[in-house]
């Protein structure tokens, strides 16, 4: 099975039949081992019951910054090799990834309610989260202002992968911006000293997450070509008619001649 | 388990997780309901594909 | 060469001329940071705190208002079908477009900052930093914003889409930007480093710029 194969989208339609419910068990599955294991994880010492936000929290921010990275290589698949179904990939990931990218931020800017005693702090990570967000809405404006799918595809191609580029230098700027308005540290996820008691239900949770992500990225790009069919199928409708109509009138147009002459 | 002082914030977040998934597969659900349903009804008044299958064909084998 | 040059040539002949429009940016600019002090009252201590951000935000917007004219006049009366077929590269001749751009749009707003930071109490020396920096960065605001303009000339919408897409993108350059104006003035940091991040945003968006907006205009005009 190559990306050859997959170029045929009614192949692609029986290959993902057949994959989506395993896809979908996996998931549930490792959804509830993670949730189970994230309540029974212990308290941590500094931030204690409020880790717990930090097991959904880090996953979608995780998801946010793969999500972009997909369609980076769907944008790719669609200047480069011109792969049929690498618009349709990069368009179903759009919004599943904003949808990630806002529940990073919701779920930061709770967990920073208890520990910095605001809902919002202009941090590094989260101001570069919303920075991110906001990108996300602007593609997603942009493939909603065009009416030609593969016009509108080529447009987001650009901006993704050009948004590609930047990310890390948006990264970077912020981070600086913030340790030169914010020198005193704020408390940050325990980073390289993480338990192993947080850090594998961590990594389940992630995992599950990202499995979430490719079972509703495959429905998604599935909606996406049935609905790239109906739209053809209605085009090739109202042509027939505008067809059929103009066939009428000419031979109305002969019928009134013939009855003039 | 106790959740400590900041059990709405924990419980907030949980929920509102779960809730932007449900929408996310609520969407993706609604969203193939109505394409496979208007390629049926575009197959039963004649618009079918080039290619000769039947646009639902593909579709009722996931159902 | 000589195509180039001529095409620059052109575009500030149009852009200068009556109805160009370039010169509607430094107007604009001007009724922004007139604007400021109405918002945040009329405290020169504040005013002079916050000057260099104003001007940097005033500069913003006022070169991503004039933007939306880089391509879509050529658009419209066809010279950017025969520009995109002509033998010079296409990167080439955005890049073309947008130094010309910046000429007639970007100098402009440079020349009128020392007038505004009257108007904001800013001194000699702050005025001149802020004039260097925008002297340095506007670049990068321009060949960044490119890409939205020759998104928004393909798609056939423009204005408000592209400044959504622009945006975003353009924050690296503000940060920058204001950091090393504040550092010549008040800060306790030096000013060289802010500054040669600054140039090099400038550097690198002087490559991606013209790449990515003759990739959208070669795929996008069919």
Redesign the interface.
């Known amino acids: 099975m190559t990306l050859i194969d997959l170029a045929n989208p009614?192949r692609f339609?029986?290959l993902s039949?057949r994959v989506?419910p395993w896809l979908a068990a996996a998931t549930v599955i490792l959804l509830t081992i993670g949730l189970y294991q994230s309540?029974?994880a212990p308290?941590d010492y500094q931030q204690?019951?409020?880790v717990?936000?930090m097991f959904?929290?880090v996953p979608?921010a995780w998801l946010s910054m793969f999500v972009w990275g997909v369609m980076s290589v769907a944008s790719l698949g669609t200047?480069v090799w011109r792969h049929p179904l690498a618009d349709v990939a990069a368009k179903a990931a759009a919004?599943?990834g904003a949808?990630f990218t806002?529940?990073a931020l919701?779920?930061g800017s709770?967990?920073g309610?208890?520990m910095w005693g605001t809902y919002w702090e202009w941090d590094a990570r989260l101001t570069s989260v919303l920075?991110l967000f906001?990108?996300y809405?602007?593609l997603m404006?942009?493939w909603r202002?065009?009416e030609d799918p593969s016009?509108?595809a080529?447009?987001a191609?650009?901006?993704t992968?050009?948004?590609a580029?930047?990310l890390p230098?948006?990264k970077?700027?912020?981070d600086?911006?913030n340790t030169?308005h914010q020198p005193a540290s704020v408390m940050r996820m325990g980073g390289s000293t993480l338990d192993k008691s947080f850090l594998i239900p961590l990594l389940v949770m992630a995992v599950a997450f990202t499995l979430?992500f490719v079972t509703?990225h495959l429905?998604?790009m599935?909606?996406e070509i049935?609905?790239r069919?109906?739209r053809?199928?209605?085009m090739?409708?109202a042509s027939?008619v505008a067809f059929s109509s103009e066939v009428g009138t000419g031979s109305r147009e002969e019928n009134a001649s013939k009855g003039a002459a | 388990?106790?959740?400590?002082?900041?059990?709405s914030?924990?419980v907030?977040?949980?929920a509102?997780?779960a809730i932007?998934?449900a929408?996310?597969?609520g969407?993706?659900v609604f969203?193939?309901r109505n394409?496979?349903q208007?390629?049926r009804e575009?197959g039963r008044?004649g618009?079918?594909?080039r290619?000769g299958?039947s646009?639902v064909d593909?579709?009722r084998?996931?159902t | 060469m000589t195509a180039l040059a001529a095409l620059i040539r052109r575009d500030i002949r149009i852009a200068l001329r009556v109805g160009g429009g370039a010169l509607i940016g430094v107007l604009f600019f001007l009724t922004v940071v007139v604007l400021m002090p109405f918002a945040v009252g009329p405290d020169l201590a504040l005013l002079s705190r916050l000057g260099p951000a104003i001007l940097w935000l005033g500069a913003l917007l006022a070169s991503l208002l004039t933007l939306d004219r880089l391509f879509m006049a050529d658009h419209e009366d066809g010279s950017l079908d025969l520009i995109t077929m002509s033998r010079t590269p296409l990167e080439l001749a955005c890049a073309a477009k947008a130094l010309a751009h910046w000429l007639a749009a970007g100098l402009p707003l440079i020349v009128a900052t020392p007038v505004l930071g009257l108007l904001l109490n800013l001194d000699m020396a702050a005025t001149g930093a802020v004039a260097l920096t925008l002297l340095a960065g506007t670049p990068a605001l321009t060949f960044t914003g490119m890409?939205g303009a020759?998104?928004a000339v393909?798609?056939h919408?423009g204005g408000l889409?592209m400044a959504?897409?622009v945006l975003?993108?353009s924050?690296?350059v503000l940060?920058?930007g204001v950091?090393a104006s504040q550092a010549a003035i008040t800060g306790p940091?030096s000013f060289g480093a802010p500054f040669s991040?600054l140039c090099a945003?400038s550097l690198?968006s002087l490559v991606?710029g013209p790449f990515?907006a003759a990739?959208?205009l070669k795929?996008?005009l069919d």
């Open positions: 009614t339609l029986a039949a989506l309540a029974s308290d204690g019951a409020t717990k936000i959904i929290h979608n200047l919004p599943i949808a806002f529940l919701l779920t709770l967990w309610r208890p920075i906001l990108m809405l602007g404006a942009l202002a065009v016009r509108a080529r447009a191609a650009v901006l992968l050009v948004g580029i930047n230098i948006i970077f700027s912020v600086w911006w030169l979430l509703l429905a998604a599935r909606n049935l609905r069919r109906v053809s199928l209605q090739m409708q027939r | 388990m106790s959740l400590g002082p900041y059990a914030f924990i907030t977040s949980y509102a997780a932007v998934v929408i996310l597969i969407w993706v969203d193939y394409q496979t208007r390629l575009l008044s618009v079918t594909r290619s299958r646009a593909t579709p084998t996931m | 890409i020759a998104l393909t798609l919408r889409l959504v897409l975003p993108l924050i690296p940060i920058f950091a940091l991040i945003l690198v991606i990515a990739a959208s795929h996008g």
